[in-house]
């Protein structure tokens, strides 16, 4: 039994087209299908999902796409060692690992800067209160 089954997906794309709201469809899946499923529902409920490909390496184009971000700013990252690439011939190729790894470092620059501006706003006084 093959794990994607292709009247499924056909049934979920049909029902997706068919309504703009609440989807209704019945799906017919494997096990292991059925735990992706599951595992995706819960991490959008509890944290937000993220849907990565299961490849490791990605083009410039396929990176910035997953940063949110042009081919020129990625590649300027990259140059500047920001971001960890491999050659792969004469073309540079970006890991999942060090697309995850940027992503976390932005993630905590962000949260430095809220609580530095955070700090700062907590210490301004005004008309001569201190």
């Keep these: 039994m ?9 049934a979920l ?3 997706l087209e068919a309504s703009q709201d609440q989807v209704t469809v019945t799906l017919s899946l494997t096990r292991k299908s059925a735990e992706k499923v599951l595992d ?3 991490a959008e409920h509890s944290t937000g999902a993220v849907v990565v490909p299961v490849k490791d390496l990605f083009t410039s184009t396929e990176a910035a796409t997953m940063l949110g971000m042009s081919r020129p700013t990625l590649m300027k990252l990259v140059d500047a060692g920001a971001v960890e690439h491999v050659r792969v011939g004469t073309h540079r190729r970006i890991t999942m690992r060090a697309i995850v790894e940027y ?3 932005r993630q905590l620059e962000h949260e430095k800067s809220v609580a530095a501006a955070e700090d700062f706003r907590s210490n301004i006084t005004f008309g001569g209160n201190q």
């Design 103 to 105: 992503q976390r470092q």
């Design 13 to 15: 794309r049909d029902a």
């Design 2 to 10: 093959p794990e994607i089954l292709p009247d499924d997906v056909q």
């Design 40 to 42: 995706l529902l819960e």
